[in-house]
Nanobody
Framework: QVQLVESGGGLVQAGGSLRLSCAASGRTFSNYAMGWFRQAPGKEREFVARISRTGGRTVYADSVKGRFTISRDGRKNTVSLQMNSLKPEDTAVYYC?????????????????WGQGTQVTVSS
């Protein structure tokens, strides 16, 4: 089992920044690629970003590319999402997730463990 706990969400004005963190505990953190997803009201959960087990590779959704940065700290067992130039359409509950076997990185079904989510609200 892997336990994931997100933090850092909140209310921010358009153009502002937030940094989300996800603390992992349980099994070896380095065994998992980590991803961030988000879900807005009435919409399906969508892929945001992913980082490989070693941190050497990252991939982003087109909608956040150039604005968001995913990173991980193996010593602290954390994964972070730095979000800049936020837009109202970024408003959603953000979830971090762990993937043990490198499935389809953009599919929520590929991920084995999920956090409880943290709300991000961007006002216009």
């Amino acid at each position: 089992q892997v336990q994931l706990v997100e933090s850092g969400g909140g209310l921010v004005q358009a153009g502002g920044s937030l940094r989300l963190s996800c603390a992992a505990s349980g099994r070896t953190f380095s065994n998992y690629a980590m991803g961030w997803f988000r879900q807005a009201p009435g919409k399906e959960r969508e892929f945001v970003a992913r980082i490989s087990r070693t941190g050497g590779r990252t991939v982003y959704a087109d909608s956040v590319k150039g604005r968001f940065t995913i990173s991980r700290d193996g010593r602290k067992n954390t994964v972070s999402l730095q979000m800049n130039s936020l837009k109202p359409e970024d408003t959603a509950v953000y979830y971090c997730a762990a993937d043990s076997d490198s499935g389809d990185y953009s599919s929520a079904g590929s991920y084995d463990y999920w956090g409880q989510g943290t709300q991000v609200t961007v006002s216009s």
